[in-house]
């Protein structure tokens, strides 16, 4: 479904992803993971086409994204729920939510994908004409999720989705991630918990300064030694 090829991007002089390659197969839940400043934000920044890439090409089905603006790929059917939540704070959550179908001309299917996004989300029904900067973290969460999920994506992009979080709604973000998969969704994760982040996945990609150093399986990548000393605290 989706496809990096040889992705090179800059801040300034600054070589953040140097020749990024992945692919993601439709159905699969893949996850990226590294350490702080590897790229991993970078690599969903530019497939969304918030940072434009120097040079490679990013495939979407086959259709090139890479000179497209961040609109007309999320027209496309690239949504990205951005690290830290980026809500918008002084809005309700069912303007934050409006917002995530904004570019969505069938109107019948707004009101089934809102009804999907309480089902997975009940506290935001809850919360519905609640200013959304006065959730709780874990309540922007789901805003952000939810908000993304209105866009009806074809896959989704999830940026350190439990940043910030309790234990409990760590398991509990990461149970709806993989219902969001069971129910048609193509997921690209970036998180910090690899742990977590390899115990739902398909497979995975690790990065380091910018460049994939190992791809596997999540089981293989669980077991790999420089994984487990490096990523998941096991020694």
């Not at 007309?72 to 303007?95: K, N, Y």
């Not at 690899?194 to 380091?208: D, E, K, P, T």
């Amino acid at each position: 479904m989706l496809e990096l090829k040889d992705v090179h991007t800059y801040y300034g002089n600054i070589h953040a992803l140097k020749g990024i390659s992945l692919k993601v197969e439709k159905g699969e839940i893949v996850t990226l993971i590294g350490s702080n400043g590897a790229g991993k934000s970078t690599t969903l920044r530019t497939i969304q086409g918030i940072n434009r890439p120097r040079s490679g090409s990013i495939l979407l089905e086959g259709e090139a994204l890479e000179k497209l603006p961040p609109h007309e790929i999320a027209l496309r059917g690239v949504a990205q729920s951005p690290e830290g939540r980026m809500i918008f704070p002084r809005m309700t959550v069912m303007e934050n939510l409006e917002m995530g179908a904004y570019a969505r001309k069938d109107k019948s299917g707004f009101d089934e994908d809102l009804e999907r996004v309480f089902n997975l989300f009940p506290r935001l029904k809850e919360r519905i004409n609640q200013k959304g900067g006065t959730l709780s973290g874990g309540e922007q969460q789901m805003l952000a999720m939810g908000r993304a999920l209105m866009a009806r994506p074809r896959i989704l992009l999830l940026d350190e989705p439990s940043m910030g979080l309790s234990p409990i709604l760590v398991e509990l973000i990461f149970e709806i991630i993989q219902t969001i998969n069971k129910e048609g969704t193509t997921i690209l994760l970036v998180e910090q918990n690899a742990l977590m982040a390899l115990s739902i996945a398909n497979r995975g990609y690790v990065i380091q300064t910018g460049e994939i150093v190992l791809t596997d399986t999540a089981s293989k990548l669980k077991a790999n030694e420089m994984v487990r000393k490096s990523y998941l605290g096991i020694e």
